[in-house]
């Protein structure tokens, strides 16, 4: 017989919820430190243009995008391996499709959906902004959805 008892993995024994948590915490903080280097550049000292260009917006969308992952493996770990609701996963949906209304209208532009004149160089006007501005809400929503409210009334 095995005189040693089974030991849990350290792969199993280091996802608990918290564990979780503070993974999500670190990814959504490293997502806003890549968006702030996109939307405002100069702040750290890395302004190269006077215009919000290609670069900038797609650096600014993957902060976003890590913002959201970040964000939802916290929200996820709320759940502590219950079943999710319709509601949350609505909200995952949500999510995703903010995602999309933002990424698309940061890019307008390059999509060939300019208004302006010369759509040839890529443009981050306030058509743009207020569409990504739009897609920030619907992620809002989306992550405000996916909180378990049954769990937190019950504490």
Known sequence: MNANP???P?????????????FSITVTLLGLLIFLIGAKPEWLGMDRS??????????FMIGLL????GGYIGLSSMWAGQEKSIAA????????????????SALAD????SLRD????PFFGPWQQAGVEIGMIVIAV????????HRLSKR
Request: charged residues 15%.
């Open 10 to 22: 350290a792969e199993t024994a280091s996802r608990t919820p918290t564990d979780r948590a503070r």
């Open 110 to 113: 390059v999509f060939g959906m």
């Open 142 to 149: 989306g992550m405000l959805m996916v909180i378990p409210f």
């Open 89 to 104: 996963d609505i909200g995952l949906r949500l999510v995703a499709t903010g995602y999309v209304i933002a990424i698309f």
């Open 6 to 8: 089974p030991t849990q």
């Open 66 to 69: 890590v913002i959201c992952l």
């Open 118 to 121: 010369d759509p040839r160089v």
């Open 50 to 59: 006077p215009v919000i260009g290609f670069a900038q917006i797609c650096v």
